[in-house]
C-alpha cells in the first residue's frame, strides 16, 4: 500500500534527499565518517553550513544586510527570544490568527512586554485574515504576525504596510512555500520540520540593524551573539543542518521557491476545488485567506468526520486528522508533498462522498 503523509510536522521530505542522505550516511564525501559524526568545527561541516546558508539566501533572496541563524529549540523559543531581542522598553504589536499567535502573545507577555493585540480573527474562530488598523503605533517595536497559520489552515496574501515598524514573521509553515519578499520583514523565525528539514533546527532571517539593541543576558538567546559567532557558539543541530542544505538544494532543482509554488498552487488549487464541488466535503475558512500548505475541511457532521479519518487512514493516508483543537480534516501539502497524493486523496473522498449517500 502506498502511505501519503498528511502530516503537518514533522512532515514528508522529498524522498530524493532521503536517498542522498542514505546514500552518505556512513561515509560522508570520503571522510570515512557520518554527518552526525563529525565535529561541528570540521571542514567538513563548515562547508556544509556555510552551503546551507548561501542555497537559502539564493532561494529567499534575502539581502546581504540580513543575518541568517541556525538555531535550536522550534520556533516556540522564538515566542520569548523575539520580545526579549527587540521590545525591550517598548510596546509590540500582535496580529491574532490562531492557536500559534496566542502563543506568541502569551510569549511576549510572560516577559513583561507591553502588548497590543491590533487585529483579531477570534471572532470567526480564526477563519479569516483580519485586515491591521490603517494606522500603526511607529513607536512600536515591531508587529508580529503568523504567515501561514497551521492549525486553522489561513495564510496572508500579502504582507501588510507598517510603515518603519518592523514586521516579525512566524513562517513556520509556509517558508519557501510564496513569494514573500525579505525586505518586506525585519525578522522571520521557522522551525524547520514543515517546509524544510527534520525537527530540532529553527531558521531564523533578521535585518542587522535590529540586533544588539539590548544586553541580554543568557547567550543562547542572544540574536547579535549567535550571528557574531555564525551558529556556532554552541554546537548545532549538524545533521538536521545538513538535511535543510539537501532540501534547499532540491527546492532549487524544484525551479527554485517560485517553481515549487506554483506546484503547489496547483496542489491546493485541485484540492479546494474538489472540496467546492462536493456535496459533502466543505471547506470552514473564506476564500481569500486560504493556505496553499494546509487544507482543513469537514463534513459538517462529527460522527462522519470520525468515519472518514478511520477509512482514510486505513486506506494508507496518513495524519489527516484534523488538529485536537478544530477536529474534522486537515491535509498539509508542503513542498515535498507529492501531486499523486492530492489526486488519491481526492479520489478517496468522491468514493467516500458516493458511499455516504452524496451525489
Ligand atoms: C509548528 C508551528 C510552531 C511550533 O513549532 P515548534 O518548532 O514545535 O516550536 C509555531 N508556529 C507555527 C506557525 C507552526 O506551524
Request: proline share 4%; charged share 20%.
Amino acid at each position: 500500500m502506498t502511505i501519503y503523509n498528511f502530516s503537518a510536522g514533522p512532515a514528508v521530505l522529498p524522498k530524493a534527499v532521503l536517498e542522498k542522505a542514505q546514500s552518505e550516511l556512513l561515509d560522508y564525501k570520503g571522510s570515512g565518517m557520518s554527518v552526525m559524526e563529525l565535529s561541528h568545527r570540521s571542514s567538513w561541516f563548515e562547508a556544509i553550513i556555510q552551503d546551507a546558508e548561501q542555497l537559502l539566501r539564493e532561494l529567499m533572496a534575502i539581502p546581504d544586510h540580513y543575518q541568517v541563524l541556525f538555531l535550536q529549540g522550534g520556533a516556540s523559543l522564538q515566542f520569548t527570544m523575539v520580545p526579549m531581542n527587540l521590545a525591550q522598553g517598548k510596546k509590540a504589536l500582535y496580529v491574532n490568527t490562531g492557536s500559534w499567535s496566542k502563543k506568541a502573545i502569551s510569549g511576549a507577555k510572560a516577559l513583561g512586554v507591553e502588548v497590543e493585540v491590533i487585529a483579531s480573527s477570534e471572532d470567526k474562530q480564526f477563519t479569516y485574515i483580519p485586515e491591521l488598523p490603517e494606522t500603526i503605533d511607529q513607536e512600536a517595536a515591531y508587529v508580529h504576525i503568523t504567515t501561514n497559520n497551521t492549525i486553522e489552515g489561513t495564510a496572508f496574501a500579502k504582507i501588510p504596510d507598517c510603515g518603519a515598524v518592523p514586521i516579525v514573521a512566524d513562517m513556520s509553515s509556509n517558508i519557501l512555500a510564496n513569494d514573500y519578499k525579505v525586505e518586506d520583514f525585519g525578522l522571520i523565525y521557522a522551525g524547520a520540520q514543515k517546509n524544510i528539514g527534520p525537527a530540532g533546527l529553527t531558521v531564523v532571517i533578521v535585518r542587522e540593524d535590529l540586533l544588539g539593541q539590548t544586553e541580554i543576558a543568557a547567550p543562547m538567546l542572544d540574536y547579535k551573539l549567535q550571528a557574531d559567532n555564525h551558529s556556532l557558539y554552541n554546537t548545532p543541530p549538524t545533521f538536521a543542518i545538513y538535511i535543510a542544505k539537501l532540501v534547499f538544494e532540491w527546492v532549487k532543482e524544484q525551479g527554485g521557491v517560485a517553481g515549487i509554488t506554483e506546484q503547489d498552487r496547483v496542489k491546493a488549487g485541485r484540492l479546494y476545488q474538489a472540496i467546492e464541488e462536493s456535496g459533502l466535503f466543505q471547506s470552514p475558512v473564506e476564500k481569500d485567506s486560504r493556505s496553499l500548505t494546509n487544507v482543513p475541511f469537514i463534513t459538517g457532521d462529527a460522527e462522519l468526520d470520525k468515519q472518514f479519518n478511520a477509512e482514510a487512514l486505513a486506506a494508507g493516508f496518513e495524519n489527516l486528522k484534523g488538529h485536537r483543537s478544530v477536529g474534522g480534516m486537515r491535509a498539509s501539502l508542503y513542498n515535498a508533498f507529492p501531486i499523486e497524493g492530492v489526486d488519491a486523496l481526492i479520489a478517496f473522498m468522491k468514493k467516500f462522498e458516493q458511499d455516504n449517500g452524496g451525489k
